[in-house]
């Protein structure tokens, strides 16, 4: 199993992002999981125990918000970023509400999210 110190759980839908944020951590030496619905995120990260966990708010199944608070009711305390197109004050609000530690607005550039990662990957 890969070093949990360098792995990284994402819960993205759209298959481009997905692909995106796989080349991005790769290049940073880091194995990133993939799931497309928040239905099996406990299950998820507590099989591979990330470092790190990104989020989208709207997916099938099970959206951001709902999949966040579960890993919080689970006693899971890694950091969660939600990455999200919804420009909405109130979904970032539901999202830290949910238990996120932070938020980044899609589309973003690398640098963006490289920032937003810096204080949780070291």
């Known amino acids: 199993m890969p070093d949990p110190q360098r792995t990284v759980c994402i819960f993205e839908d759209h298959q481009d992002i997905q692909m995106l944020l796989?080349?991005?951590?790769?290049?940073?030496?880091?194995?990133?999981v993939v799931n497309?619905?928040?239905?099996?995120?406990?299950?998820i990260v507590r099989q591979h125990q990330p470092?790190?966990?990104?989020?989208d708010i709207i997916m099938p199944g099970k959206d951001g918000i709902a999949a966040c608070k579960d890993l919080r009711e689970s006693g899971i305390d890694v950091p969660v970023?939600?990455?999200s197109s919804k420009p909405f004050i109130e979904?970032?609000?539901?999202?830290m509400a949910a238990g996120a530690t932070s938020f980044l607005h899609k589309p973003?550039?690398?640098r963006d999210l490289?920032?937003?990662?810096a204080p949780y990957v070291g």
């Open 114 to 117: 490289e920032a937003a990662i």
């Open 22 to 32: 796989k080349i991005f951590f790769k290049k940073r030496g880091w194995n990133a």
């Open 51 to 55: 470092r790190l966990v990104l989020m």
């Open 36 to 43: 497309g619905d928040g239905v099996d995120a406990v299950a």
């Open 91 to 95: 979904d970032r609000e539901r999202a």
């Open 108 to 110: 973003f550039n690398p």
């Open 81 to 83: 970023i939600f990455l």
